[in-house]
């Protein structure tokens, strides 16, 4: 019997540095400040220090990241997002919550990321601002939406919930666009022992917009609510100094991740594809294979003991609460739908565990019809 290889394993990294998570612990907790004091301005600062970018927000989680930077831009009579409907729903949840309407824009058959081609037509004065998810780590082609939008005044919002750390000659993934949002989820490449999120602009107003709606809409002075539409949304100071240390890291996480991609790569047989992840535009957040049948390659590898999993299963437009946001159609988005499937790709796999997948990704062969 063959030891599986987990999907992830966030347990590894957190005892290789045990010591120092139990040092961050203590020391707050003799500090006796807990929230928005030091560690949390820290983190801010080397955040944007790290992203090159002026303002950064720390928040309680990627969605309400999305939450507020659409809150922050919409009108009443500026009130439709435009996303994709094949990246897990976060950016719909946000809009919803937000009191907005959604329309749903095809992805490039080739990156899985939005089609600057299938927005164009999207496009109208109603629009409140065009989501761009960075997909699997990989950058979407921000400059074609941003020159679609541009000229609308449109504002656009990159979500780097899987991105963080990826770039391109354009820049850094989160500073290519008005307003990036974070997630510091625990299997984020950037991941906390618990939730967090964050938002980057380099616009002034939008930071002091968003410093206001993130606790209750107070402006200048505590208890002073000026913006309407403001909450409680806070990164904790236990979280924030977590999350300072692993930044360090990061770089170092994303190669490797990217290096085992090019392992599974060279490794599968012709039968399934892994998509690439071959330079520093994409940080290899996940290991996605496209495949004829994903559920036959899935049992193919659980067999292999492999685990694995479909990111993401279900399109926004094929989601219960959300049937009345699904129009035209999406053809690529669609025909995706049963073909991907995600292997184990995290920094700490061992060489052992990579080959085994590599291994089983060998012997898949197509199901006799
Ligand atoms: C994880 C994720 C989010 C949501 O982040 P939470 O911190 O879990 O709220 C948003 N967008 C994408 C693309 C994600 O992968």
């Not at 992805?107 to 496009?123: C, K, R």
């Not at 950058?139 to 990826?166: F, H, K, W, Y």
């Not at 003991?305 to 219960?320: C, K, L």
């Not at 129009?327 to 995290?346: A, H, M, Q």
Request: glycine share 8%; hydrophobic share 40%.
């Amino acid at each position: 019997m063959i030891a599986e290889v987990p999907f992830n394993d966030l347990k590894r990294v957190a005892d290789a540095q045990s010591a120092e998570l139990r040092g961050i612990f203590d020391g707050i907790r003799a500090s006796g400040w807990f929230v928005q004091g030091p560690h949390h301005t820290r983190f801010e600062r080397s955040l944007a220090h790290y992203l090159g970018i002026e303002f950064v927000l720390g928040l309680g989680s990627g969605t309400d990241a999305l939450e507020l930077a659409l809150r922050c831009v919409a009108t009443p009579s500026r009130n439709t997002v435009i996303t994709v409907a094949n990246a897990g729903g976060y950016a719909t949840c946000a809009a919803v919550s937000a009191g907005l309407s959604v329309r749903y824009c095809d992805v490039d058959p080739e990156t899985h990321t939005m089609s600057a081609e299938s927005l164009a037509p999207l496009l109208d004065d109603g629009v409140a601002a065009v989501v761009v998810t960075h997909l699997y780590g990989r950058l979407g082609d921000v400059r074609g939406v941003n020159a679609l939008c541009a000229p609308r005044a449109i504002p656009v919002i990159e979500d780097c919930a899987q991105s963080l750390g990826a770039r391109n000659s354009d820049g850094m993934g989160g500073t290519l666009a008005d307003i990036a949002t974070f997630s510091f989820y625990p299997t984020k490449n950037l991941g906390a022992l618990g939730d967090g999120g964050a938002i980057a602009t380099r616009h002034a107003h939008v930071h002091e917009r968003l410093r206001s709606l993130r606790q209750y809409g107070w402006r200048d002075a505590k208890y002073r609510v000026v913006d309407e539409g403001g909450r409680n949304s806070r990164l904790d100071e236990l979280q924030a100094a977590i999350l300072d240390l692993r930044l360090g890291l990061l770089d170092d996480g994303n190669r490797r991740r990217r290096e085992i991609v090019a392992t599974y790569r060279s490794a599968a047989s012709s039968v399934v594809a892994v998509l690439p992840a071959d330079d520093e535009s994409h940080v290899a957040h996940l290991a996605v294979v496209v495949a004829p049948d994903a559920a036959a390659l899935q049992r193919h590898l659980a067999e292999a003991g492999v685990q694995t999993q479909v990111h993401f299963p279900v399109p926004d437009t094929g989601q219960p609460a959300w049937a009345r946001f699904a129009s035209g159609p999406l053809p690529v988005t669609e025909s995706l739908v049963g073909r991907i499937l995600s292997l184990p790709c995290f920094p700490e796999l061992s060489a052992q565990e990579i080959d085994q997948v590599c291994r089983g990704l060998a012997s898949f062969q197509e199901p006799a019809p």
